[in-house]
């Protein structure tokens, strides 16, 4: 079965810090993992890492994968308080079960003006 | 630019009633899924369907029930409520790209609340 554990849970801030969230993995056939940021809302994309792109950056948000630690970490810097939101991993499912999503718990956000 | 519809945005019912979430899609994606999120939790998968005629259970799949008869719906059934059904609930769609990369794309949520 496969397993996503974020850390921490919760994070509180103020503007201007750097936060780094982790999520660590389980998967039986290992496609791509991804990141969604989730406000009052839906989750919303922003990264897919894959085997072949271990790095991607946008704007003050860049995620990096790890595939020896089956892991991937979510780096933003110069906080500010629209960044506060839970941020989820997710990994697709292998074989036919690829539009089966497992998540991760979330990591809660909070960024203090 | 629809995307994904789910209805309703909120709903109350009484412990044993039924109803339906509904779920709409207008981009021809093969893969729909439903979770539910509580606090704590992050997303957990209820039942999902990999093309119109197939479901399959997820996680926490117990108490509902999905039908696939066209590619674009894909409605969940609550056949009796419990207050342990209390949570948001998610309806999403989504493709394969090339070398098995996806990504979803979420409805609005439903915030359904069981007393």
């Known amino acids: 079965e496969d397993k996503v554990v974020q850390s921490p849970l919760s994070l509180v801030v103020h503007e201007g810090d750097t936060v780094t969230l982790n999520c660590s993995y389980e998967?039986?056939?290992?496609?791509?993992l991804l990141w969604y940021k989730q406000e009052k809302k839906a989750p919303t994309f922003l990264f897919m890492l894959?085997?072949?792109?271990i790095e991607k950056k946008s704007g003050r948000l860049s995620s990096i994968l790890d595939k020896k630690e089956l892991s991937s970490i979510l780096n933003i810097t110069a906080t500010q308080t629209g960044d506060s939101a839970i941020y989820l991993c997710?990994?697709?499912?292998?074989?036919?079960?690829?539009?089966?999503?497992?998540f991760g718990q979330g990591t809660i956000l909070t960024v203090h003006p | 630019n629809a995307g994904v519809t789910q209805t309703p945005k909120f709903q109350v019912l009484k412990t044993g009633q039924s109803m339906t979430l509904q779920c709409a899609q207008d981009?021809?994606?093969?893969?729909m899924s439903w979770y539910r999120q509580d606090p704590g939790m992050g997303l957990r998968l209820i039942h999902y369907?990999?093309?119109?005629?197939?479901?399959d259970q997820g996680e926490v799949p117990n108490g509902y029930n999905v039908s696939r008869s066209t590619t674009e719906d894909f409605p969940l059934r609550l056949l009796s409520a419990a207050p342990s059904q209390t949570s948001v609930y998610f309806c999403?769609?989504?493709?394969?790209?090339?070398?098995?990369?996806?990504?979803?794309?979420f409805g609005q949520g439903t915030r359904l609340t069981v007393v």
């Open positions: 999403a769609s989504s493709y394969i790209m090339v070398r098995g990369r996806t990504e979803a794309f």
């Open positions: 998967v039986t056939n290992f496609r791509s």
């Open positions: 894959t085997s072949s792109g």
């Open positions: 997710a990994v697709p499912g292998g074989g036919t079960s690829y539009g089966k999503l497992t």
């Open positions: 981009m021809n994606h093969e893969y």
């Open positions: 369907s990999v093309g119109a005629g197939i479901t």
